[in-house]
């Protein structure tokens, strides 16, 4: 089993910034790759950004491109969501996931394996 676990979410004001980090433990995997997902009530699950277990190769939604990054820290097991600049409609629950090989451009939560169980991120106007 995976254990992936979320943390860094809160309460921010519009324009400011947040990191999160997800930790994953557990069984290992020859080739996997991590993911971003955020959900806002009311909404479908959507992803956000994704990175292969070198770190060498990510994926950042079109839409969130030049504001949110993704980097991991292979020695430690985290990769870390850098937003920047937010937005009121950035709320929303943001999950972390894991998915064997390691393509990184897979937006599908379907096609994710492991979750965690999410963290709360709240931008106020």
């Known amino acids: 089993q995976v254990q992936l676990v979320e943390s860094g979410g809160g309460l921010v004001q519009a324009g400011g910034s947040l990191r999160l980090s997800c930790a994953a433990s557990?069984?290992?995997?020859?080739?996997?790759?991590l993911g971003w997902f955020r959900q806002a009530p009311g909404k479908e699950r959507e992803f956000v950004a994704a990175?292969?277990?070198?770190?060498?190769?990510?994926y950042v939604a079109d839409s969130l491109k030049g504001r949110f990054t993704i980097s991991r820290d292979k020695a430690r097991s985290t990769v870390a969501l850098q937003m920047t600049s937010l937005k009121v409609e950035d709320t929303a629950v943001y999950y972390c996931?894991?998915?064997?090989?390691?393509?990184?451009?897979?937006?599908?939560?379907?096609?994710?394996?492991?979750w965690g169980q999410g963290t709360q991120v709240t931008v106020s106007s």
């Open positions: 996931a894991l998915k064997r090989g390691e393509i990184v451009t897979t937006t599908l939560p379907n096609e994710y394996d492991y």
């Open positions: 557990g069984r290992t995997f020859i080739d996997y790759a």
């Open positions: 990175i292969d277990w070198t770190g060498s190769s990510t």
